[in-house]
């Protein structure tokens, strides 16, 4: 069973630090989604990486698809209260059409 | 942009009763799916559709059916409301079946 583990569960910072939140298996995946959930709200697709090593930026957000396309992370500059949210990775297992999201990583971003 | 709209936010029904959920995708996508929201849990797959009138069972079935009629509408249907059903419901749809999911804002039903 291909699995999405994410870290940390729960982060809590001040405004204006730096963070980054990973996302794990043991798998390999054809490609990754982010996702971000506000509070009471469904989740929004950020971004999708697709090549093994690929860097993308979304503003002070950067996501990174490992070399062997098994794991991936988000790291966020300069955190602001807005991007208080839960972040989740997600993406499609080989051999089916299944997709999958992982286990998710809450943020809390004190002013 | 996609928009994907889900019939009520917060919901309240009482035991046993017939709850209907609905969904709207306005972007033509072909895939819509069903999944419930539960702290420590995640997002738990109910069903999907993949065409009019089919759909798959997911992860989590028992107590729920779905009806798809339209392409841009699928409905997800309590035939019995239990407390235990009491969560977070959100719809999504996509252009590729394991592809970038776009979600309605969810409904938070509760059953008391």
């Known amino acids: 069973t291909q699995l999405l583990e994410q870290s940390p569960q729960f982060l809590s910072i001040q405004e204006g630090e730096n963070l980054t939140v990973y996302c794990n298996s043991s798998?390999?995946?054809?490609?990754l989604q982010w996702y971000r959930q506000e509070p009471g709200e469904g989740p929004v697709l950020l971004v999708t990486?697709?090549?093994?090593?690929e860097v993308k930026k979304l503003k002070r957000l950067t996501f990174q698809f490992g070399d062997a396309r098994k794991d991936s992370s988000l790291h966020i500059t300069a955190a602001q209260p807005g991007d208080t949210g839960l972040y989740l990775c997600a993406g499609p297992t080989s051999g089916t059409y299944k997709y999958i999201f992982g286990t998710g990583t809450r943020l809390k971003v004190l002013a | 942009d996609v928009k994907v709209t889900q019939s009520s936010r917060y919901l309240v029904k009482r035991t046993g009763e017939k709850v209907f959920l609905e969904c709207v995708q306005d972007?033509?996508?072909?895939?819509m799916f069903w999944y419930r929201q539960d702290p420590g849990l995640g997002l738990r797959l109910i069903y999907f559709s993949y065409d009019v009138k089919m759909k798959e069972k997911g992860d989590i079935p028992e107590g729920y059916s779905v009806s798809r009629e339209k392409k841009e509408r699928f409905s997800l249907i309590l035939e019995s409301a239990s407390t235990n059903q009491t969560s977070m419901y959100l719809c999504a749809s996509s252009l590729v079946l394991d592809y970038e999911q776009y979600f309605g804002p969810g409904t938070r039903l509760t059953v008391t």
């Open positions: 798998s390999v995946f054809s490609s």
């Open positions: 990486v697709v090549t093994g090593g």
């Open positions: 972007m033509d996508h072909e895939n």
